[in-house]
């Protein structure tokens, strides 16, 4: 069967699987199915998975771990037992389509980049061996990393000292009909270079065009910038004509309390459904227009597990029951205006996933004065809202003081479980603790609203939870 690059240009979904309460691999191929989601990013051969994905017609990329790739650099024998294992025990019922090896390894800090080319070249030679060639490809993701100038996007090219080794990474794409996969993230460079970059040329809707002053080509978008800065980067090595495929791309949720104007649900929304609309309008770029770019949204849930800011654990489109985090659609129809969060979060922005860390109910007046000590002093949390005079002040009580700084650090240490702890003294919560004028890390309540425009008894329930913590002391 001969590889023949499709026509329609697909938007799919990267599945990580980090995830607390994970579906079962048929639910998961069946929430695929509901939405329509036609391709899906594997980081590994999960062998469940891909069993669950037969005679579906998902089309399937499979990870190789960066950790399996010296095995399989070193030895052919290697190589034919993973492709043997991981790709033709699942053909044709399975319909996989590429093997993605390794995860931005180039660009890793674990010096591994000298065994890419061969365990690419080796597991090819399987595919060949198989007679599997035709129909599956061998790439890897990068990282835009490996770009040293992306502006203007004329400008692009690789780092020198990455060429060694792309070079012929390169010429084996070339070779074997194989695409060029790249990690696209204007999150990360909104970030970075906030303000050069606008929110909204990240999101899909600009106001006006970017022009780039060598090509005099106009961008509207960041994404689009981007991509060009890898196309222009592989024609200065003689590679204009290698495909690529976005293996990676996406916007958080939720992050650090700090973030929220730009970390928010409707901003995710905004990217990712002007995102699905632009590529299956195959658009192209401004250097390429009308070349379809395949693309995989990262990522189908929120990996919880992960360590990191909050924000690494929050770029899920579904929660794990299936519903939406948010409202988007694979069929591309229509774009989400995105934005700042208004203050107070007035209905616009659901709230999930955001957890607090209090007091434990019950615990000991000698253990919360310690582990309080500890936050703010050692710990450096920032309580100067429980001293005397400030918000958090009242009600003057251990548990209610040790519950604000438990919480602020657990908000700095990105959520995490670990963090909400203190032997036993506190625990999680998804309730917001904040009331009156004192309002915790990590609410979206904003001290105007709380004050002004909450019930009454709003206010009173939350004194009377405080003042039950306190009274167990």
């Known amino acids: 069967m001969k590889w023949v690059i499709s026509e329609a240009t697909f938007v799919g979904v990267c599945y990580g699987q980090c995830v607390t309460n994970l579906p079962s691999s048929q639910k998961v191929v069946q929430l695929l199915q509901a939405q329509s989601i036609p391709r899906v990013r594997l980081f590994d051969a999960d062998s469940g998975v891909l069993r669950a994905l037969a005679y579906t017609n998902i089309q399937v990329v499979v990870g190789m771990t960066n950790s399996e790739m010296s095995g399989v650099a070193q030895s052919e024998a290697v190589a034919y037992a993973w492709v043997s294992n991981n790709v033709a025990a699942y053909l044709p019922a399975t319909r996989i389509i590429a093997i993605a090896v390794g995860s931005e390894v180039i660009t890793s800090p674990l010096n591994i980049s000298s065994l890419l080319v061969p365990a690419m070249i080796n597991l090819n030679s399987a595919l060949v061996s198989a007679g599997l060639d035709g129909q599956v490809k061998v790439s890897t993701p990068h990282a835009m990393g490996v770009i040293q100038n992306s502006f203007p996007p004329s400008a692009g090219s690789f780092y020198s000292s990455f060429v060694p080794v792309i070079q012929p990474l390169l010429s084996f794409l070339s070779q074997t009909q194989s695409f060029f996969m790249v990690n696209v993230y204007p999150f990360y460079t909104f970030q970075n270079e906030n303000p050069r970059v606008s929110l909204d040329y990240a999101l899909f809707q600009p106001k006006t065009g970017t022009v780039d002053p060598n090509s005099g080509l106009v961008y509207f978008n960041l994404f689009d910038a981007q991509v060009d800065a890898v196309y222009y980067a592989l024609e200065a090595l003689g590679y204009s004509n290698l495909s690529l495929v976005i293996t990676e791309t996406g916007w958080p949720s939720m992050g650090y309390a700090s973030e929220v104007n730009v970390v928010n649900f409707q901003n995710a929304a905004a990217y990712n459904g002007n995102l699905i609309k632009h590529i299956l309008q195959k658009n192209g770029t401004p250097l390429k227009p009308g070349i379809g770019i395949d693309t995989y949204i990262f990522e189908l849930f929120n990996e919880d597990q992960l360590p990191g800011p909050t924000s690494v654990r929050n770029w899920g489109l579904f929660r794990p029951d299936g519903t939406k985090y948010y409202d988007i659609s694979f069929g591309g129809q229509g774009s989400i205006s995105g934005g700042t969060v208004p203050s107070g979060n007035p209905g616009q922005i659901p709230i999930v996933n955001r957890t607090f860390c209090i007091t434990s109910v019950g615990a000991s007046f000698t253990g919360l004065q310690s582990a309080l000590d500890w936050a703010c002093g050692k710990a450096r949390v920032d309580c100067s809202a429980i001293q005397p005079g400030q918000d958090c002040y009242l009600p003057?009580?251990?548990?209610?003081?040790?519950?604000?700084?438990?919480?602020?650090?657990?908000?700095?240490?990105?959520?995490?479980?670990?963090?909400?702890?203190?032997?036993?003294?506190?625990?999680?919560?998804?309730?917001?603790?904040?009331?009156?004028?004192?309002?915790?890390?990590?609410?979206?309540?904003?001290?105007?609203?709380?004050?002004?425009s909450e019930p009454l008894w709003v206010l009173q329930l939350l004194a009377v939870f405080l003042l039950l913590i306190s009274l167990q002391q």
């Open 396 to 452: 003057d009580t251990v548990a209610s003081h040790a519950s604000y700084a438990f919480n602020s650090y657990y908000q700095d240490s990105g959520m995490d479980p670990s963090s909400c702890s203190f032997s036993g003294l506190a625990s999680i919560t998804s309730l917001d603790p904040s009331y009156g004028k004192c309002v915790y890390e990590g609410s979206y309540m904003s001290i105007a609203r709380l004050s002004v």
